[in-house]
């Protein structure tokens, strides 16, 4: 697609439920990163993937998230067992390997999770 | 480790005068600067960067930054705002190695008077 697509885009679990969110990068985007904005905050950094291996994930807050990008491409991040301050928007980012083109990363429009 | 202070939480301009949004960032090496702007229910669209060279950079829909190494700033300039600028505008930066993740500032609400 041209752009980063999310979903879904907007998701309402109840604590303790889990829940899956998605991003499908920019084709031929190597990099792909996580990040979780709270309500009126800048994004915070995740986790991050150069295709399928996860090289940084020192942004997840607890064991309870997890992410995968097992093919290189599409990627997951779960959350098991929500609590409500995990309620936040996800932001999903591509960008191009570092060193080749520009290191600008490019977001989605997010999900925003409501844990009630 | 890298941060980023938007010092500006709010700010109200009237439609036609200029803007200046304030950044300073702290990093140890030569960062690498973003400007976004995110309207809202939407993602984080990028407005300008700056990686090297000329320290006056241009960007979309008018807007121009400047890196001050000396001040540790990169603020973000528009000669005349219009009523389309209100959002929120977020300075970020970003590290030469480790995959370029970004550390983002709190980030400064702009409303604009018409």
């Known amino acids: 697609g041209a752009g980063v697509s999310q979903s879904p885009r907007y998701k309402v679990a109840k604590r303790g439920q889990d829940v899956a969110l998605r991003c499908d990068p920019i084709?031929?985007?190597?990099?792909l990163f996580w990040y979780q904005q709270a309500l009126g905050q800048g994004p915070e950094f995740l986790t991050y993937?150069?295709?399928?291996?996860?090289?940084?994930k020192s942004g997840l807050p607890s064991d309870r998230f997890f992410a995968e990008r097992p093919e290189g491409s599409v990627s997951t991040l779960k959350i098991q067992r929500t609590q409500q301050e995990d309620s936040a928007v996800y932001l999903c980012?591509?960008?191009?390997?570092?060193?080749?083109?520009?290191?600008?990363?490019?977001f989605g429009q997010g999900t925003r999770l409501t844990v009630v | 480790a890298q941060s980023v202070t938007q010092p500006d939480i709010h700010i109200t301009v009237s439609e036609g005068a200029s803007l200046e949004l304030r950044c300073n960032y702290s990093?140890?090496?030569?960062?690498?600067l973003f400007w976004y702007v995110q309207s809202p229910g939407q993602g984080l669209q990028l407005l300008l960067k700056?990686?090297?060279?000329?320290?006056l950079v241009q960007g979309i829909k008018g807007f121009e930054a400047e890196f001050k190494r000396s001040q540790s700033s990169f603020n973000l300039r528009k000669p005349s705002v219009h009523w389309s600028d209100a959002a929120e505008y977020f300075c970020?930066?970003?590290?030469?190695?480790?995959?370029?993740?970004?550390?983002f500032g709190t980030g400064t609400q702009l409303k604009v008077e018409l």
């Open positions: 980012a591509s960008s191009l390997l570092q060193g080749r083109g520009t290191p600008e990363a490019f």
């Open positions: 084709s031929g985007h190597v990099s």
């Open positions: 993937f150069q295709n399928e291996a996860q090289l940084d």
């Open positions: 990093y140890g090496a030569t960062p690498y």
């Open positions: 700056y990686f090297s060279g000329d320290t």
């Open positions: 970020a930066v970003g590290a030469s190695g480790g995959g370029n993740k970004l550390t």
